[in-house]
């Protein structure tokens, strides 16, 4: 499913018009987006959390010419799936 997909999911299920739809997801988008850079978690309980993880400074290894390289530090998002979701994927 790509993102007009989802947009024409959500007018649908909701009754409301595309464009509100579409900016009713683009608001999402950006709200969890300012929310994991400064630091904080979002929870939908029951759907998952979305956070931001440190990844820890690394020796990595150029595949082409086997150089070992240093990899920086960096924060990465992440996306934990909660209980309910994880349930209803593996409904069978």
Known sequence: MNKNELIEGISIRTGLSKADASKGLAALTDIILETLQK??????????????RE???????NPQTGK???IEAAKAPAFKAGAALKAAVNQK
Request: proline letters at 0%; a positive charge; hydrophobic letters at 35%.
């Open 39 to 52: 630091g904080e978690s979002v929870a939908l309980i029951g759907f998952g959390t979305f956070e931001v």
């Open 55 to 61: 990844r820890s400074e690394r020796t990595g290894r």
């Open 68 to 70: 070992t390289i240093k």
